[in-house]
């Protein structure tokens, strides 16, 4: 029989061969095709070590290689296994068709995102005509503090604990906020009125309005945001409008979700 300390030895390379593998698929986060070395440099593995998981990801699909180029990217299992991840979330399944009419009505960006420790974790992204890109932000991350989706994901927490979880509020342009009491008087103004406003914060000539979504006790869950060039958000005629808008969405997908309104006492 096998004694215990052969088993946890086993138990161990078991482990370490699964965070090899992780930090191999992790090293194509920026998604760039990659050679083999900037595998070995990324995983912090030898040259022979990535090659052979890659050779075993490639098989199943996991990675795929340009036959021109030689240079790995990431495979169709990983999409496959994304959609199904995506596809099981109950904020996904109760916003998808719903942010997908926002964007085609207003011509905006519209986003759906979670939050995931001190980063906004994006489950939906449509493109409205007058807001287009060549990539999905799904599964994509972004910093709380300097998106508008961020800021209502924050509102769930104290001020305590805002400043706990993100201790320096990183500077991405010279409109973003850096002082954790402006942050608080900015979230104290989107409460009050329902949405948040990102104006060039992460991004310049780039806006935002989100509103917060609510779980079935009144936590904030999610948020829904349209976004887009300055020149089509057009903050100064259309805020009212667009804060209308995400608001009336962003219920939608709270009742849907099984909130029922604030409680009377």
Same mark, same amino acid.
């Given at each position: 029989m096998e004694s215990r300390e052969e088993h946890t030895v086993a138990e161990q390379g078991t482990n370490q061969s699964v965070e090899k593998t992780a930090a191999v698929l992790s090293a194509f986060i920026d998604g760039r095709e990659l050679r083999v070395a900037d595998v070995v440099k990324h995983a912090r593995l030898g040259q022979s070590s990535a090659s052979r998981l890659l050779a075993t990801l490639e098989s199943l699909e996991y990675v795929e290689r340009d036959p021109v180029s030689s240079l790995y990217r990431l495979g169709p299992a990983l999409v496959t296994l994304g959609g199904v991840a995506i596809n099981q979330h109950p904020v996904h399944r109760e916003a998808r068709q719903r942010a997908q009419n926002l964007a085609a009505r207003l011509g905006l960006g519209a986003n759906v995102a979670v939050r995931r420790g001190e980063s906004l974790f994006y489950l939906c992204n449509f493109?409205?005509?007058?807001?287009?890109?060549?990539?999905?932000?799904?599964?994509?991350?972004?910093?709380?503090?300097? @998106?508008?989706?961020?800021?209502?994901?924050?509102?769930?927490?104290? *001020?305590?604990? !805002?400043?706990?979880? %993100?201790?320096?509020?990183?500077?991405?342009?010279?409109?973003?906020? @850096?002082?954790?009491?402006?942050?608080?008087?900015?979230?104290?103004? *989107?409460?009050? !009125?329902?949405?948040? %406003?990102e104006d060039q914060e992460l991004a310049l000539s780039r806006a935002c309005l989100a509103a917060p979504v609510l779980g079935p006790g009144g936590q904030v869950v999610a948020a829904i945001s349209v976004s887009g060039p300055l020149t089509a958000v057009n903050l100064p005629d259309r805020e009212r409008e667009l804060g209308h808008e995400v608001i009336e969405i962003a219920d939608a997908i709270s009742a849907g979700l099984g909130y029922l309104g604030p409680h009377s006492g």
């Open positions: 493109e409205g005509r007058l807001a287009p890109k060549s990539f999905t932000l799904i599964g994509q991350r972004n910093p709380l503090h300097a @998106t508008g989706m961020g800021k209502c994901l924050l509102l769930e927490l104290s *001020a305590e604990q !805002r400043r706990e979880l %993100i201790p320096d509020l990183q500077r991405f342009t010279a409109r973003t906020i @850096t002082d954790h009491d402006e942050l608080d008087r900015d979230l104290h103004e *989107a409460k009050e !009125r329902g949405y948040a %406003i």
